[in-house]
């Protein structure tokens, strides 16, 4: 089946504490892109990856890393968590050509 | 700063009825225009999407009328279904060399059986 994979789905975490958000897709897109979402904010784009190696900040990037050293994997990394970065996280991808992203179910983070 | 302004923000429609959610943008280098739809514990899915070239684009019982001048650009539900209910995000972007994709802030539609 064709999907994007994060894990883990539900994280309670320590303030400082590093963590790392795993997203996999299986489709071989080019693009991917992380999104955090707040009630009452949408959806906010943290950083995106056009390809291998090539990775560019969205508009949310303080505090969050990230990397992608190959195609099918983009992990999202917090080195020092803070109570603010508590949110529902999501991965996306899409393939070169066509425009609509295939997201996957959703990461919950909370920072304590 | 927001780039897209969604509204309303919930909207509770009978069975039958039309469904409208309405977005502006200010940049105009946005060249398309995606709407999203997100059940609960779901990610978002893509419904439907538009670019500025087209002033209306219909799939079923939904479509997006699209109004370039006023930067403007809205979803239409027809004949609304339970069914439908979820949260709706319009969205916009830059083709081409770019990622950024922008969402608005969300509606919550609840359809009434």
């Known amino acids: 089946e064709a999907q994007v994979t994060q894990n883990p789905r539900y994280l309670i975490t320590v303030t400082g504490k590093k963590l790392t958000v795993t997203c996999s897709q299986n489709?071989?897109?080019?693009?991917m892109s992380w999104y955090r979402q707040d009630p009452g904010l949408g959806l906010r784009q943290i950083y995106y990856s056009m390809n291998v190696e090539v990775t560019d900040k969205g508009d949310v990037p303080e505090g969050y890393k990230v990397s992608r050293k190959e195609k099918r994997n983009f992990p999202l990394i917090l080195e020092s968590p803070s109570p603010n970065q508590t949110s529902l996280y999501f991965c996306?991808?899409?393939?070169?050509?066509?425009?609509?992203?295939?997201f996957g179910s959703g990461t919950r983070l909370t920072v304590v | 700063q927001q780039q897209v302004k969604q509204s309303p923000q919930s909207l509770i429609v009978q069975k039958g009825g039309i469904s409208i959610i309405n977005c502006a943008y200010e940049?105009?280098?946005?060249?398309?225009f995606p709407w999203y739809q997100q059940f609960p514990g779901k990610g978002p899915a893509l419904l439907i999407a538009?670019?500025?070239?087209?002033s209306e684009k219909k799939e079923g019982r939904f479509t997006i009328s699209f109004n370039k001048s006023a930067k403007q650009f809205s979803l239409h539900i027809m004949d609304s279904q339970p069914g439908d209910s979820a949260t709706y995000f319009c969205a916009a972007s830059i083709q081409g060399g770019s990622e950024k994709l922008v969402f608005g802030k969300g509606t919550k539609l609840t359809v009434n059986p």
């Open positions: 996306a991808s899409r393939e070169r050509g066509r425009y609509g992203y295939t």
């Open positions: 940049n105009t280098a946005f060249d398309y």
């Open positions: 538009i670019r500025p070239d087209v």
């Open positions: 489709m071989n897109h080019e693009y």
